[in-house]
C-alpha cells in the first residue's frame, strides 16, 4: 500500500505537466540584482555594504543578526547603486542592496566554488557553522534557518526524513532536482546525517514523480548506502512536516511540538542540495531552483536563478504571456502569495513563479456558511475552519483559541474545498494576528 | 525603479479552488429533482406542473421581497429559493388547493429562513417547515389524494396513499415496482423512488451529498422496521415489510435530498451518523406507532433541533492530540 497521511487533505489538479518535463536552465544575469536583507525566517541580516562598494560573487554582504538569522551573499560580481527599501514578493518590507552586474560577469566561466572539501572529516560543529556561514536556510519555502534546526544538542534523531513531496500544484522545481543533481542530494543527505547523528534516513516522495524516486533509488544503490526512498500517494498538503511524518513514521507531531520531540529531523531536497554545495564547494546560497509556470506562460520551466533577480525577468525567460495574467503568485498556488509588483527579486524562499488566468482560479461569488462541513473534512489539522471564522468574525478570539486557531498552519485546504467562498485562510490568519496582539 | 504591472488581483492564498459553490449545489440539487418532479407531472397532470411553479414563484417572490426590504445583496441567483420553493411542492399533494403551498413557501422563506439571518442561518429545513406548517394548518386538504390519471394505478386506485393503506392492502391490488416506479398515490415529487434514487446517484457522483445521513437515516429506520414493524399488525417480531416502508411514503426524498440539506445537518462525518440514526428513530416512531402515516417530514424537522448539541459533542479530534511524547 502507498503511504499517506491519517486525514485531511485535498487532490487539487497537480497542473506539474506545464514545466514537469523541461530540464533546468539558466535564466540569464540580468543587469541588475536587488538582494534582500530579509530572505529567512527570522531577525534581517546587517547590512556590511554601501553604495558604490564593489562586490565579488558569493561575497557576504548581510551578516547574521543573531542566532535566529541567516547571512546573505552577493550573487554577482559588481558594484553597490543604492540600498534602499523594497517590497518583497511576500509584500513585507525590506533593505536591499541594488547591485550593478558587472560587465561580462559569467559565472560558468568563473573559477569560483570548485572546492571538493572533504566533509567527512570535518567535526559536526564545523560543518553547522559552515552551513550558517553559507547562509542557507529552508529552501522549501518555510526559510528556517538551517543552522538552527541543525543544532540539535545532545538529542537524538531516530529519523532525518527528506522531503521531496512537492505537493503543491505545479511546482517542479524539486522534481527536476531530484532528476538532474541526485547524487549532490544524496550527499547533502550523508552530510546531515553524520551532523544529526540520525539512525535512519527515509525520503518520502509523492508517486506522482515515479521518475525522482527511481533517480534517487538509483544514486543510493550507486553509493551503497541505506536510505530509503518512500512512495507516497499523492495527496495536498504531505509536504507539510507534520503530514510527511505522519506519511513515514507515522508518528504525530504534537500540538505546539517540533519534529524532534517525536525523534525526527525533516530537511527538503532543495534544502540538502544547498547543503551539499555550501559544505563541499563552499559555495553561499546565491542562487535557486524557480519553476516559472501557468498555462498562460509562451514557455513554462525552470531555471537556475541568481538571488536578486526580478520576477519580470522570469517571465521574459519564459518568452513572456500569451494572455494576460489575472494574478500572479510567488511560490505555490495553495500557499503563495500574490505577487502585486513584477520588479520584486527572487529570494531564498520563492520556489516559483505562476502566472494565473481567469479559468486557473474559477472565480464564484461569496454567500454565507452553508454549513456543508466540507472544511472540516479537509483540515489536515483536525480543525473546524467554518467554527474558527465565525469565532474571529464575532472577535472572540480566546474562544477560537480555545478551539485550536493556534494549530492552523495555513495550508488552505478549507479555502479550497469551501463552496461559499469564504475568505477561511484570510480570517484565521488575522484570528492569530490579533492574539499576538494582545500576547 | 520600472513600473510595476498593474491590475493584478491581490487576495490571500489559496489561490486555486475545486471549483464548487454555493449556487452549483443548489441547482444541481435542483436539476436532480427535476426528473421526480416531471413524474409527478406525468402521474397526477397538469394541475401538480401548476402547483409546483406557484411554489417556486412564492418561494422566490418572498425572497425577492424580503432581500428587497432588508437592503441585502438580490440572492434569487444562489438557487437556494428556487429549491426551497420546489421541495415545498414536492411535499404537496396533486390536488391541493394553490393557496396552500403558496402560504407554505412564504412562510418557508419568509419564517423560517430569513427571520434567522437567511441562507446559512436557519436552523430548520424550510421546505419541511413549510410543510409541516401546512399540514396542522389545513390538515383535510393535506391529507386528500387524487389519483393518478395513468397506468395500473389509475384503475386500482381507491384514493389512499400506499402508507394509508397498508402493506397488505396495497400490495393486493399494486406491486412493489408500481412502488418503485411511482405509479401510486402521493404527494406530487415522492413517488418515484426510481427516479429519485437517480437524481440522488447523480448527487453522490459529485460528492454534494455523502453516504453518511442517507445511509444511517435508511438503514437504522428499515432496521426498526424490520424489528418491529411487523408487531402491529400482529405477524410478530423480524416481520416488518422493509421494502414496502423504503419504497412507500417520503423516505426516499427525505432521506437523500432533505436530511441531506447542508444548512440544517452536522458537520462532521460523526455527527451525520448520529443525525442520520436519530431520523430514522424518530421516522420510525412517527409512522409505526405515531398518529400519521408518514414520519419522515417531522423526523427530519425534531432532529433539526438537535444539530447544534450533535455539533457540539462532535467536534473534530485535532492534529497532535497524542497522550505519549516518544523521544523527549
Known sequence: MVKTFARGGVHPHDNKKWSRHVSVQNAGIPNTVVIPMSQHMGKPADLLVQADDVLTEGMLIGKAAGFFSVNVHSSVAGKVREITEIYLANGMKSQAVVVEVEEGFDPEASSMFLAKENWRTMSDEDIVNRIADMGVAGLGGATFPTHIKYAIKDRNVEYLVVNGVECEPFLTADHRLMLEKSDCIIEGIEISRKVLNADNVIIGIEANKPDAIQSLRDSIIRKNLDFEVVALKTRYPQGDEKQLLKATINREVPSGALPLDIGAVVSNVGTLYAIYEAVVLKKPVIERIVTVSGSILKNPGNFKVRLGTSIRELVDACGGFTEEPVKMIAGGPMMGFSIFDLNAPVTKGVSGILALSERDLKPAGETACISCGRCIHACPMGLSPTTLFKLIDHQDYEKAKQENLLDCKECGCCGFTCPARLPLVQMLRLGKLMLRKKA | ?328
Open chain 2, 1 to 328: 525603479m520600472m513600473e510595476g504591472k498593474k491590475n493584478l488581483l491581490m487576495t490571500s492564498s489559496p489561490h486555486l479552488h475545486e471549483g464548487s459553490s454555493t449556487s452549483r449545489i443548489m441547482w444541481t440539487v435542483t436539476a436532480c429533482l427535476v426528473p421526480a418532479g416531471a413524474w409527478g407531472v406525468y402521474n397526477f397532470g397538469l394541475t401538480s406542473l401548476w402547483i409546483i411553479l406557484v411554489s417556486v414563484g412564492a418561494a422566490v417572490l418572498t425572497e425577492w421581497v424580503i432581500t428587497k426590504l432588508l437592503k441585502k445583496e438580490q440572492s434569487i441567483s444562489d438557487g437556494s429559493a428556487v429549491l426551497t420553493g420546489l421541495l415545498v411542492s414536492f411535499n404537496m399533494p396533486p390536488s391541493i388547493p394553490a393557496f396552500i403551498p403558496i402560504l407554505a413557501s412564504v412562510f418557508a422563506i419568509g419564517i423560517v429562513k430569513h427571520t434567522f439571518g437567511g441562507l446559512g442561518r436557519n436552523w430548520m429545513n424550510p421546505a419541511l417547515a413549510g410543510r409541516v406548517f401546512a399540514m396542522f394548518s389545513w390538515t383535510g386538504e393535506m391529507t386528500t389524494w387524487s389519483a393518478p390519471v395513468i397506468g395500473a394505478g389509475a384503475d386500482a386506485f381507491t384514493g389512499a396513499t400506499p402508507l394509508a393503506q397498508g402493506a397488505s392492502e396495497f400490495l393486493s391490488k399494486q406491486s412493489y415496482w408500481d412502488l418503485f416506479i411511482g405509479n401510486i398515490s402521493g404527494c406530487i415529487g415522492e413517488v418515484s423512488a426510481l427516479l429519485l434514487l437517480l437524481g440522488a446517484a447523480y448527487l453522490f457522483i459529485r460528492k454534494i451529498i455523502t453516504w453518511q445521513i442517507p445511509l444511517s437515516y435508511a438503514a437504522s429506520f428499515l432496521l426498526l422496521v424490520w424489528i418491529f414493524g411487523g408487531t402491529v399488525s400482529g405477524s410478530g417480531y423480524f416481520t416488518g415489510d422493509i421494502l414496502f416502508h423504503f419504497l412507500a411514503g417520503g423516505l426516499v426524498l427525505g432521506a437523500f435530498f432533505m436530511a441531506t440539506d447542508m444548512v440544517t445537518s452536522p458537520l462532521t462525518s460523526k455527527g451525520m451518523i448520529i443525525y442520520g440514526i436519530g431520523c430514522g428513530l424518530l421516522t420510525f416512531l412517527i409512522r409505526i406507532y405515531g398518529g400519521f402515516p408518514e414520519g419522515v417530514s417531522l423526523g427530519i424537522i425534531l432532529m433539526n433541533i438537535f444539530v447544534p448539541l450533535i455539533d457540539r459533542f462532535t467536534k473534530p479530534v485535532k492534529f497532535g492530540n497524542v497522550k505519549e511524547v516518544k523521544n523527549v
